[in-house]
């Protein structure tokens, strides 16, 4: 049976802050060739328009609305059949959203996160085709007590992160440190926008 912890606020604002950790370093390690004329897309809605609009369109998937600001967005709800994961998405400086990031249910057993992993990383393989970039570390050859696994976890002591490059953007697979799964999505178009305007005011 699978024991799945509560989020509390103090776990939301943490993941909020791997949110932001994650898609400011990671925006160097994946590019695409090419300038895409599409959306990647997030529970199969475009990731474009504005924070509220895309918060109306994830409500008619059965998403509840935490927090819809004017430039980023926090809602609960189901996905990929699990229950009670957390939302979080932003939008670029021309207020188009640009990164979405859903966030599973911590787990306490190391043998049920991994498997929560395979899971999903079996799942966007068969999607997207084989990752570009697979990171495994600390993977034990033998059997290993499951809450040493979640410590070297947390202590940054095992790796597990897997990213999936498209014509449209990217989508990054990871263990975070809390003991959960996250799914980051990136869309190039909106995301690119971002850099490019960077480059204007240098």
């Known amino acids: ?42 529970m ?3 990731m474009n328009g504005s924070s509220n609009s895309f918060a109306q369109k994830l409500k008619k998937k059965g998403l509840i609305a935490k927090s819809v600001s004017s430039d980023d ?19 670029n400086r021309a207020g188009n959203i640009s990164r979405a990031m859903v966030s599973l249910p911590v787990y306490e057993s190391w043998a049920d ?26 993977l ?26 498209t014509s449209e953007g990217w989508i990054r697979l990871l263990m975070n440190k809390e003991g959960g799964v996250d799914i980051l999505y990136v869309d190039d178009i909106n995301d690119n926008s971002d850099h490019s305007d960077a480059i204007k005011d240098i």
Do not use: W
């Open 113 to 138: 996160l991994y498997n929560c992993y395979n899971r999903f990383k079996n799942m966007l393989t068969e999607k997207y085709g084989d990752p570009e970039c697979d990171e495994n570390e600390g």
């Open 44 to 46: 199969g809605i475009e």
């Open 1 to 42: 049976m699978l024991i799945l912890k509560t989020f509390s606020m103090k776990k939301i604002i943490v993941l909020m802050s791997c949110f932001v950790f994650i898609t400011f370093t990671a925006l160097s390690e994946v590019t695409v060739e090419g300038k895409s004329t599409t959306h990647l897309k997030f």
């Open 73 to 91: 967005l926090l809602m609960t709800g189901k996905f990929a059949g699990y229950s009670r994961c957390i939302f979080y998405a932003k939008e």
């Open 140 to 165: 034990p050859s033998s059997a290993i007590n499951s809450m040493i696994m979640l410590m070297q976890l947390k202590m940054g002591g095992c790796h597990f992160i897997s990213t999936y490059t």
